[in-house]
């Protein structure tokens, strides 16, 4: 590396990956009026970039520390959810099968379908917002240096919470001109519950034409699925009177959400 050189940009979609899992899944033909498909994935996956562009992922960076040194961005996938499950039913409701007239034109031929996820979060890295290694890689972009891990603590300090959801405590800024202990993608973000449920249901016109009725519920339960936290850099640089690292005021708070809350729409559909 030498210093009179400008800034050179070099990408090469060379990374390496490791991927293993466990991956179940279960299905019921329809009968008596019930169809339904369950899987579930306990994986590990494993890599030094988990993508080329940083549009890929919002919780990690795409672009290595050290392109030296590749093995000390060997980490969990930025993508990577330990436990994933998922599940869609739908369900022909069975009363009123006998009946005629107005009433069967009201109550006979509901259906309900649902799809569930459930799985927990992505991975997500602690980082510097400044060059502090002195490996001359000042491209803002590359202002993921890692800091210090402190003796004692858990590389993955969870709190839980949108408003501190890691504890910063953890973390020390390393000496200059050196690269910090922890390792790329340490903690893990918040999981998700999804649970969308619909009902609809098919008025006859002929044998040929058909209106259809839907009412759909998005996030039934109206769970809040919180977004990685703000604030991955813990430190955004040096106090020039005090020598102290200066702290972002934004670390561990969570201002996102990665689904919607509670929504409800109904609507009208003519088959011909």
């Known amino acids: 590396m030498n210093p009179n050189f400008a800034s050179i940009t070099q990408r090469i979609s060379d990374s390496q990956s490791f991927y293993s899992a466990l991956q179940l899944s279960a299905q019921k033909q329809f009968s008596q009026g019930l169809r339904a498909q369950f899987s579930y994935t306990f994986s590990r996956s494993i890599d030094d970039a988990s993508g080329v562009n940083s549009q890929d992922f919002t919780d990690g960076t795409p672009y290595v520390m ?99 959801y890691w504890d910063i405590n953890a973390f020390a800024l390393q000496p200059v001109n050196q690269r910090g ?26 044998e040929t034409r058909r209106l259809q009725f839907r009412a759909e519920v998005f996030n039934l339960p109206n769970h809040p699925n919180f977004g990685a936290p703000s604030g991955f850099t813990a430190f955004t640089g040096i106090n020039s009177a005090s020598g102290a690292p200066t702290i972002s005021p934004t670390w561990g708070v969570i201002s996102t959400t990665v689904t919607t809350s509670r929504q409800i729409q109904s609507g009208l559909k003519f088959v011909f």
Do not use: C
């Open 66 to 164: 050290d392109f030296y040194d590749r093995k000390n961005d060997r980490g969990l996938s930025a993508f990577w959810a330990q436990h994933v499950f998922t599940g869609n039913w739908t369900y022909e409701l069975p009363f009123a099968l006998s009946m005629n007239g107005a009433a069967a034109l009201l109550l006979k031929g509901w259906q309900l379908n649902s799809i569930t996820t459930v799985q927990t979060g992505h991975p997500f890295e602690v980082r510097l917002g400044f060059n502090r290694s002195g490996n001359l890689n000042t491209v803002n972009y590359a202002m993921h240096e890692r800091p210090d891990l402190k003796p004692g603590y858990s590389n993955n300090p969870i709190l839980g919470g949108p408003d501190r």
């Open 181 to 206: 202990n922890l390792g790329r993608n340490t903690l893990i973000g918040p999981g998700l519950v999804n649970f969308d449920l619909a009902a609809a249901k098919s008025f006859a016109i002929d």
